[in-house]
């Protein structure tokens, strides 16, 4: 059956699913998929509202506690909260550092790839021509970012709550040295930034955990298990030559932002720490995960 020279060509059909044509917005769609999902997720609001509501809660007993003629010790920052509240956020970071940041990083990490296989969507996924390591690239970005909104919502909680209880004053350094509020902000974002870095080696070691079970509880709960192992075996005099090769020794290194001038030897040093590690679990999840059969 002949086709009249004058007909109009007719447009290739519309491939199906990842097969599609290249769309605009190619790159941040993956990305912009899994902030979704985190955002559909009950927890997400629960860590997020937690992370708003310490700041009030440290600013109030500090408060009051200064009204009954106590306060002192406590993390770092802590008894310079009383005087100036743009310690607020720092103080915040300092008792959430240890243990409480780590376990929000090890929660959205260890969903990933538990939680997709959990869900039974995981291989509905892989049945897509995509890239298993761009796939788990992209999960780790999207918890990255989901810590980083949560970082913000700390720090601007923080400096709220301190204005409210204390004001915001210039800022005494930890050398003795006063710097000016906006200086004090700068350093402050700096601290946060380093907070980050040293919650990806929590989030690689999560994914990891969470390529190898196929439950999101499992993941997090090796993940937490292998950090507080670690800071237990470091604890003890006899292991002091492992401090240097793992990353939770470096974890309190950000008061050096804080020195005049800045000490940025064990900084960067934390830094090269934390991207080893963080790069070194990533690969091995990336491993791991390519050769892994997906049964859910």
Not at 18 to 29: C, E, F, K
Not at 202 to 215: E, I, N
Request: positive net charge.
């Amino acid at each position: 059956m002949s086709t009249p020279e004058n007909a109009a060509p007719i447009a290739p059909a519309a491939a199906h699913g990842s097969t599609a044509p290249r769309m605009r917005g190619r790159a941040w769609g993956p990305l912009r998929r899994e902030w979704i999902k985190l955002l559909f997720q009950r927890r997400t609001y629960l860590i997020w509202g937690g992370a708003a509501t310490i700041p009030f809660l440290i600013s109030l007993a500090i408060h009051f506690s200064h009204d009954q003629g106590g306060g002192g010790g406590g993390p770092a920052f802590l008894d310079k909260v009383l005087g100036n509240g743009m310690f607020v956020p720092l103080a915040s970071l300092a008792v959430l550092i240890p243990f409480m940041l780590p376990l929000a990083a090890a929660m959205v990490g260890g969903y990933m790839i538990a939680g997709e296989a959990e869900l039974g969507t995981l291989r509905i996924i892989l049945l897509r021509p995509v890239r298993r390591g761009a796939m788990l690239l992209t999960k780790w970005a999207a918890a990255m970012l989901y810590l980083a909104f949560g970082a913000v919502i700390l720090c601007a909680s923080g400096m709220l709550f301190g204005w409210a209880f204390f004001g915001l004053h210039p800022m005494v350094t930890l050398s003795g040295s006063t710097v000016s509020i906006a200086h004090g902000l700068w350093l402050t974002l700096l601290v946060y930034l380093f907070g980050l870095a040293a919650m990806s080696t929590m989030v690689s070691l999560a994914l990891l955990c969470s390529v190898v079970t196929d439950s999101s509880l499992t993941a997090l709960i090796v993940t937490v298990v292998i950090y507080i192992a670690i800071n237990i075996i470091i604890a003890f005099s006899y292991f002091a030559w492992l401090r240097p090769w793992v990353f939770p020794y470096y974890y309190t290194e950000f008061l050096n932002f804080f020195r005049d001038p800045i000490y940025w030897r064990p900084i960067v040093k934390a830094i090269e720490n934390f991207a080893a590690w963080s790069v070194g679990l990533t690969l091995a999840a990336y491993i791991l995960f390519r050769r892994k059969d997906v049964l859910s």
